[in-house]
């Protein structure tokens, strides 16, 4: 099968960027011939305002980037279309050259932008829903994106145009969400169920040696840890907080860097907890070896996460999770088996959630057991290429 890829590159790399590598890989290995279809979003905060205003017009609609893959379609002729990501720097527009075309396309969505202007259902330290309970121009009245009113508008203003485009459930042939919880969400957007299907992310190469034996898998490490990016909606502020209540001690190693960075460094040394240290931003392989060594993963988002997938890579490391009850994070730790859930935001819950999890060392173990048990049935590439081509395959069959 000949498969495009396309994904424009955010200004600050995450877990989408791994993805789509992930899935590209899975795809060349198992003999496909895949073209990439890759921008990138570097620099435009440095445009000036007649730069961003033509920005903004190219984001609802970019001619020339239609006209460019049109192109790309009718030179490489492939047999399907997959679409992670198409904002700012590629625009909505392939869809219709791929109509045009008649390739199927398959659009994974690895946020809420559809119904959510900055794409989380996040707002002021909460979750919000205000634009699908009410109008997309709530989000311009709070300026959600980047706190900016005009910005937010343009993105508003795009989902507006391609709604009444009916761009979303027209020119998409299947759409990817990863999580019951996120489907529940698109669903009541107004994407068709028939074309909505349920597929996770996964984790490769597996972390953990090859082997039959994991009786020393899980739970039994000398530190906590966070790893993820340091920004207010991971809500790494509880976690300090957390460690301030703990009657027991246990280090807590936080992996990652973020706009929050220095103001969590500061409050931990204000407030002396010597146990906490920050790692900064590691290499991917290098984070997966502190997680290795981990007795468990503290997972703090309050933003509903359409999927997590640093607790998956918890799971490929024997490692339980303490997460937050929201969202897809309660969908994917199962409470008592894989990890433990806490009141979202609530620092008192998850010190005692803590404190339950150092007195009960063997059962945190097993829930390691379990999480690692957890990952090898849902979370490998193995499992995740038939469900891949099963989709491909339906995108293909709904053009026909």
Avoid at 79 to 94: E, L
Wanted: with cysteine.
């Amino acid at each position: 099968m000949k498969i495009i890829l396309v994904h424009c590159h955010y200004q600050q790399p995450g877990g989408e960027d791994v993805v789509f590598q992930q899935e590209r890989q899975l795809l060349e290995r198992a003999g496909h011939e895949v073209i990439v279809f890759i921008r990138s979003n570097e620099g435009l905060d440095s445009y000036s305002k007649v730069q961003r205003l033509v920005l903004i017009q190219k984001a609802i609609w970019n001619t020339g980037m239609q006209k460019e893959f049109s192109e790309v379609l009718r030179t490489q002729k492939p047999d399907v279309v997959h679409v992670h990501n198409t904002w700012v720097a590629i625009s909505p527009s392939i869809y219709k050259a791929c109509q045009d075309a008649n390739v199927p396309v398959v659009q994974t969505h690895h946020n809420y932008r559809l119904m959510c202007p900055c794409g989380t259902f996040f707002r002021d330290g909460a979750a919000c829903e205000e634009c699908m309970d009410h109008s997309l121009l709530r989000s311009v009245r709070y300026g959600c994106y980047r706190d900016s009113r005009s910005t937010t508008a343009a993105k508003a203003l795009m989902l507006a145009v391609h709604r009444g485009l009916h761009t979303w459930d027209r020119d998409i042939n299947c759409h990817i969400v990863l999580t019951e919880f996120a489907k529940s969400k698109f669903l009541r957007g107004g994407l068709p169920p028939e074309r909505m299907f349920v597929k996770p992310n996964f984790v490769h190469p597996d972390p953990l040696p090859a082997t039959n034996d994991h009786s020393a898998v899980g739970g039994d490490g000398k530190y906590a840890l966070f790893a993820g990016r340091l920004a207010p909606k991971k809500r790494v502020t509880t976690v300090l907080s957390a460690w301030s209540r703990l009657r027991s001690r246990i280090p807590l190693m936080i992996v990652g860097g973020g706009i929050e960075q220095e103001e969590l460094e500061q409050e931990a040394a204000q407030d002396r907890l010597s146990t906490i240290t920050f790692r900064g931003t590691l290499p991917h392989d290098e984070t997966l070896a502190v997680m290795s060594g981990a007795r468990f993963l503290i997972f703090s988002s309050e933003w509903y996460e359409t999927f997590g997938l640093t607790m998956v890579e918890a799971f490929a490391c024997g490692v339980p999770v303490i997460c937050s009850r929201v969202g897809a994070m309660r969908e994917i730790v199962d409470d008592g088996r894989t990890g433990l859930h806490f009141n979202a935001g609530d620092a008192d819950d998850l010190a005692a959630k803590v404190e339950w999890a150092l007195s009960h060392p063997e059962r945190m173990q097993e829930m390691g057991r379990e999480a690692r048990q957890e990952y090898e049935s849902k979370y490998t590439a193995e499992k995740n290429y038939p469900r891949l081509m099963e989709i491909y395959q339906h995108a293909i069959a709904r053009r026909n």
